[in-house]
T-cell receptor, first 112, second 115 residues
Framework: ETGVTQSPTHLIKTRGQQVTLRCSSQ?????VSWYQQALGQGPQFIFQ???????GRGNFPPRFSGLQFPNYSSELNVNALELDDSALYLC???????????FGNGTRLTVT | QQQVKQSPQSLIVQKGGISIINCAYENTAFDYFPWYQQFPGKGPALLIAIRPDVSEKKEGRFTISFNKSAKQFSLHIMDSQPGDSATYFC??????????????FGTGTRLTIIP
């Protein structure tokens, strides 16, 4: 069974740039969620995708957007990067129906 | 508004001792309460979870105690080992008919087990 994989592991961007982070869900899982974890904090829910549609969103501005593909993999896009966007971005997958979330190891984004 | 409050922020326990981490929530619509363990450079890993219809759940050395009336739950790690040194997060999920998996996390507890 393949777990949740994310790429890249680390990324450095400049303020104002755009970034795309990628996630492959765990085998058998059809729902993908994205979380932002600032240093020393708990993960914060960004949004969730099911059947290629956004199914729930946290308190994040529209410059955070996502996609889910037919194979259940997903992308997180962030436009107009700000310094405060520096964080660990976590992808989690699950099976539809209130099943446990399984997290990847995240992408560490640094905005300078 | 923080909906799940976690304490303590950090905890040092001697090897073989009991580690206890506490969480409190406000939203009575929460129906699922997992605990996650996170090592540096890794994503959170599900440790154990409980639903509010039971007061305690035990898996190996890990036990969740749940007090529905007080809206509190805690993680107990028995016979704590150096390998348990990690950051622990409690979380809560609101029931949803549409399967929205949104978790609300606490702020984390950094646990250090000393010899």
């Amino acid at each position: 069974e393949t777990g949740v994989t994310q790429s890249p592991t680390h990324l450095i961007k400049t303020r104002g740039q755009q970034v795309t982070l990628r996630c492959s869900s765990q085998s058998g899982h059809n729902t993908v969620s994205w979380y932002q974890q600032a240093l020393g904090q708990g993960p914060q829910f960004i949004f969730q995708y099911y059947r290629e549609e956004e199914n729930g969103r946290g308190n994040f501005p529209p410059r955070f957007s996502g996609l889910q593909f037919p194979n259940y993999s997903s992308e997180l896009n962030v436009n107009a990067l700000e310094l405060d966007d520096s964080a660990l971005y976590l992808c989690a997958s699950s099976s539809q129906g209130n099943s446990p979330l399984h997290f990847g190891n995240g992408t560490r984004l640094t905005v300078t | 508004q923080q909906q799940v409050k976690q304490s303590p922020q950090s905890l040092i326990v001697q090897k073989g001792g009991i580690s206890i981490i506490n969480c409190a929530y406000e939203n009575t619509a929460f129906d699922y309460f997992p605990w996650y363990q996170q090592f540096p450079g890794k994503g959170p890993a599900l440790l154990i979870a409980i639903r509010p219809d039971v007061s305690e759940k035990k898996e190996g050395r890990f036990t969740i105690s749940f007090n529905k009336s007080a809206k509190q739950f805690s993680l107990h790690i028995m016979d704590s080992q150096p390998g348990d040194s990690a950051t622990y997060f409690c979380a809560a999920r609101r029931r949803s008919n549409f399967g929205n998996e949104k978790l609300t996390f606490g702020t984390g507890t950094r646990l250090t087990i000393i010899p």
